[in-house]
């Protein structure tokens, strides 16, 4: 396994669309193993291959320490709503109130090339949500009012500086900060 550099806000593959996974290959399995070793290193709950440069349509999502493989995954049920606060390992140190369906169902493969539906709530139907919208070229950002996204990107312009190239390099040391206790997507 090896820990992948993540792109963040301003690479330009965050804003692409993935392209389905025909088949689970072996390449697939790395891609997912080191997806997870590098969501682990980043303290992170989700991870989506837009997030280390690839295009394929996959995430890894773990809460409650059950890591969870999503390929090709589809919302198909959905329902309430639910505000909390969200951010993104590719985009360090922004967190924003986001407005998310409070129970999902969701229809994806597995590694084994089996199609499954989870039902999910709370942390974990708002973790769905973020990476599924990851593969679709969209960001918490984006739902944030005007006012608060332009607070946001003035913010960034001076947090971009310590991610020369749009990339985050991490290292199985370290320790990055989850200050007020928000664990990113
Ligand atoms: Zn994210």
Redesign the pocket.
């Known amino acids: 396994m090896s820990l992948l550099e993540i792109h963040v806000l301003g690479s330009p593959v965050l804003r692409t669309e993935t392209t389905p996974v025909a088949r689970v290959t072996d390449d697939l399995r790395r891609l997912v193993d080191d997806m997870f070793e590098t969501m682990h290193a980043a303290q992170?709950i989700?991870?989506?291959a837009p997030?280390v440069g690839r295009l394929e349509r996959v995430a890894v999502v773990e809460v409650d320490r059950e890591p969870i493989v999503l390929i090709n995954p589809e919302i198909v049920a959905e329902s309430g709503s639910e505000r909390a606060e969200e951010?993104?390992?590719?985009?360090p140190d922004i967190y924003g109130d986001v407005d998310r369906s409070a129970r999902v169902t969701v229809r994806a493969m597995d590694l084994d090339g089996n199609v499954f539906e989870r039902e999910a709530t709370d942390l974990l139907a708002r973790a769905f949500q973020?990476?599924i919208?990851?593969l679709h070229g969209k960001?918490?950002i984006d739902y944030l009012s005007f006012l608060k996204r332009r607070g946001v990107l003035a913010r960034w312009e001076d947090l971009k500086e310590k991610y020369p190239g749009q990339r985050r390099v991490l290292s199985p040391a370290s320790t990055p900060s989850t200050a007020d206790g928000v664990e990113?997507?």
Not at 87 to 91: A, D, P
């Open positions: 992170g989700g991870l989506a997030q951010g993104c390992l590719s985009i973020h990476e919208d990851h960001l918490f990113p997507l």
